[in-house]
């Protein structure tokens, strides 16, 4: 029988089978898959190309699976099916037999029943596009649109979407037909034509369709409705931002904006945040007898809307959670409020094309209420704390201006607005004997309350010292002495509630006397004053700083300087200078900022010009700045005598101040300035001896002064009838505004100053 060869039947495998059983064609995919050529199969029985002999039987079924041998000795399980052939001319009854390895089979049947049952999910849905995007085929019970014409077969998303979720899907299926990259989990807003509001939200994968010669015939899309998932992340975002926003600031109207920004455009596109006026001030909103609140509009955010109206006091049904009906634009409130009561609302906002919150939105909103609740309950304790220390701290410091006839001053205070509190600074101005002032400036170590406290027990210790009118070297060692006591006595139970610790105190003290002109200073860990001379020069005191208050056991230094009349001493505090930062890059910004300002007006306005220019955004600390324009009390105002311990003197000295009275134009004092004088002096001859020096100073009063060798300070007492004596100083402090005494460097001088205008006396 003649051999011969098949054409090829689209690369199957076959073979042309006689009546006989013999094979008698034999194709070019049969010679590949078996590994045996025409010639060597042709002619010959088809039984003998099974592998095993037991299965003859199986030729006789139209389809079934067989062993065969091969080529390579290697048997192969093929899928098998019998085609009857009529023979030409009447012949005899001819088969052809195609055959396809097993497993081919069994992977093309798996691959049938997958889409089969792909097309059929109920969770999962899955569109068929050509390379224009045309559906080719849907489980279209899965699409969320509604009014479709029968048969989707050729129509675009353009025909049942609203044109701009069409265009972003469509923009998604076209990069993957033309890159052929995979699309993974996109999600996709779709909303049908008929339907604009809400809508679904789809989760789309796509991957490119490619023929076997590798042509591109589409694209097919799975998707899923994530929806509900979708507001979940959504709310549990927004949950996560406004806890994390919320709660950052100390400040009520910060926290308010950090709301508002957050849930615009987290929960909707307009937001509202009314804060009880109450809350501004540190007090407890309480509402009035009609249970109404006065609020104010704190924050917005997004647009704002047409029926926008002043806000009024807020009621008790508008201080409760609600969500807007669904025939009016969308919206919803929740109330602010702490353990404290009420603090106000906050109201959301959108458009009707989103369609009405759902329960679970206001659940979102009432737990994100009542988190900023807490943050703005805080932020309303921390302001009344803060008012609290400010108002504490600036009724210790004295007033902002002050003239004495030393110096004109003028100070400014900033306290610190972070969560520590204000700081522990003060000044002070503290007028002493003999015209002469005391300039003060210091700082305590921490915040709050504990440190108002302690500045103001240093401060009192201050003015106490000071009015014993010490050196300032010996003054800073007494209210070293004093700090050292107060750090031993101080108990554990201060220190477990923060109490400041007194030991962590600088201080600087200025002593100017407009007589001499001197001006001496010391300094415990304190930066140096700044001279700032009438040309504009500015220097730094050559101050040999000393330990900080409370270390004890080391000496402080006084340095001395003869400043000309119209200079500018400024006492500051690091807090100016920047504090924890480069305080000698803050020194010399200081000295540039002294040097810039017009000193000889408005010495408050150039104050704050200094301190606006050396502050930061970043306060950390108080700022504290004395400015004292310094005076001289002219020669012509003062008159002076020296006498020898000779109670005939008094005389003359009488005689001699009654002239310069005369001289100044204060010959109403002439009376009780000679009785005081005579007391003074004569005291003075009895018990310290000589020389003994008496001057007289005229400025905002007028001064007498007894100056001896002695270092006994004189005690007033009351004198009984039956004493001689004892009655000198009981006299001398009545007829004169104030009296006392002071240590010198050669003894003590007893002072007493008397009104330029004495009070009118009724007898």
């Not at 009621?315 to 603090?343: H, N, Y």
């Not at 759902?358 to 943050?375: F, P």
């Not at 008012?387 to 004109?408: F, I, K, M, W, Y």
């Not at 009785?675 to 100073?697: D, F, H, K, M, Q």
Request: glycine letters at 10%; aromatic letters at 4%.
């Amino acid at each position: 029988m003649e051999s011969r060869r098949l054409p090829n039947i689209d690369g199957v495998a076959a073979a042309l089978v006689d009546s006989d059983g013999l094979v008698v064609g034999w194709t070019a995919a049969a010679e590949q898959l078996l590994a045996l050529d025409a010639a060597q199969v042709t002619g010959r029985p088809a039984r003998e190309l099974l592998a095993d002999d037991g299965e003859e039987h199986l030729l006789g079924r139209r389809s079934g699976e067989v062993r065969l041998r091969t080529g390579s000795g290697v048997p192969l399980e093929v899928a098998y099916q019998v085609l009857p052939l009529t023979g030409e001319g009447g012949g005899g009854v001819r088969a052809l037999v195609l055959a396809t390895p097993a497993d081919t089979v069994a992977r093309r049947r798996q691959d049938e029943a997958f889409t089969r049952e792909l097309f059929l999910q109920d969770q999962l849905g899955l569109a068929v596009f050509d390379s224009d995007l045309r559906l080719l085929r849907t489980n279209s019970h899965l699409l969320p649109y509604t009014g479709l014409p029968d048969g989707l077969a050729g129509s675009k998303l353009h025909d049942y979407l609203q044109p701009e979720d069409a265009d972003a899907a469509e923009a998604i299926l076209r990069h993957v037909v033309t890159t052929g990259e995979p699309v993974v989990r996109t999600a996709l807003r779709i909303r049908p034509l008929d339907d604009p509001r809400g809508g679904s939200v789809m989760e789309i994968q796509a991957f490119r369709l490619q023929a076997l010669d590798g042509a591109v015939i589409g694209v097919t899309a799975l998707f899923g409705d994530v929806t509900e998932l979708h507001r979940y992340r959504r709310r549990a975002d927004v949950l996560h931002r406004a806890t994390a926003a919320v709660g950052g600031s100390l400040s009520v109207a910060g926290n308010a904006e950090d709301l508002a920004g957050v849930l615009v455009p987290g929960l909707g596109d307009r937001v509202e945040v009314d804060i009880a006026e109450a809350v501004f001030s540190g007090d407890d909103p309480q509402p009035d007898a009609d249970g109404r609140l006065a609020v104010r509009r704190t924050a917005t955010a997004g647009p704002p809307r047409d029926d926008d109206r002043p806000l009024g006091p807020l009621g008790r049904e508008l201080l409760g959670a609600s969500a807007g009906s669904t025939e009016d634009p969308p919206s919803m409130s929740a109330p602010l409020k702490a353990r404290s009561g009420p603090l106000g609302r906050v109201t959301v906002r959108r458009d009707p094309a989103e369609g009405p919150y759902r329960h679970e939105d206001l659940d979102l909103l009432r737990e994100i209420a009542a988190r900023a609740s807490l943050a703005l309950d805080n932020a309303r304790r921390y302001t009344r704390e803060h008012r609290a220390a400010v108002g504490l701290q600036r009724s210790l410091l004295p007033p902002a201006e002050t003239t004495v006839p030393a110096a004109t001053t003028a100070s400014i205070y900033r306290p610190t607005d972070t969560a520590t509190g204000v700081g522990g600074d003060w000044f002070d101005v503290i007028p002493l004997s003999s015209a002469r002032v005391a300039l003060v400036a210091g700082d305590v170590v921490g915040h709050g309350l504990q440190a108002s406290a302690t500045m103001g027990r240093l401060r009192t210790a201050v003015r106490t010292l000071a009015d014993l009118d010490l050196e300032p070297d010996e003054l800073l060692v007494h209210l070293d002495d004093l700090v050292s006591q107060l750090v031993v006595e101080g108990s554990e139970e201060e220190r477990e509630r923060g109490v400041a610790d007194p030991s962590g105190a600088t201080c600087v003290y200025a002593v100017y006397d407009p007589v001499t002109g001197i001006c001496q200073t010391a300094s415990a860990g304190h930066p140096p004053p700044a001279l700032v001379h009438p040309d504009g020069r500015v220097e730094y005191l050559a101050v040999n700083p000393g330990p900080p208050l409370g270390i004890g056991g080391l000496p402080f230094e006084a340095a001395e300087c003869a400043p000309r009349a119209g200079s500018v001493l400024a006492l500051y505090t690091d807090g100016l200078i920047g504090g924890g930062g480069d305080v000698d890059e803050g020194m010399a910004q200081l000295a540039a900022q002294l040097g810039e300002v017009d000193l000889r007006g408005d010495l408050a306005a150039a104050g704050r010009a200094i301190v606006a220019e050396m502050s930061t955004a970043a306060q950390s600390d108080d700022v504290t700045l004395l400015l004292a324009r310094l005076h001289h009390v002219l020669p012509e105002d003062t008159a002076a005598w020296t006498i020898e311990a000779d109670p005939a003197a008094v005389a003359g000295v009488r005689e001699s101040a009654s002239r310069t009275l005369e001289q100044w134009g204060l010959g109403e004092l002439v009376f009780t300035t000679e009785l005081v004088l005579s007391e003074l002096v004569t005291n003075a001859i009895r018990y310290a001896g000589g020389p003994v020096v008496v001057r007289l100073i005229r400025s905002s009063v007028l001064t007498c002064e007894v100056s001896d060798p002695s270092a006994t300070q004189p005690r007033m007492r009351r004198a009984r009838l039956t004493d001689e004596g004892g009655r000198g100083l009981y006299l001398v402090a009545q007829l004169t505004e104030r009296w006392g005494s002071r240590y010198t460097r050669t003894g003590k001088t007893i002072w007493a100053e008397q009104l330029l205008e004495p009070p009118s006396l009724s007898w």
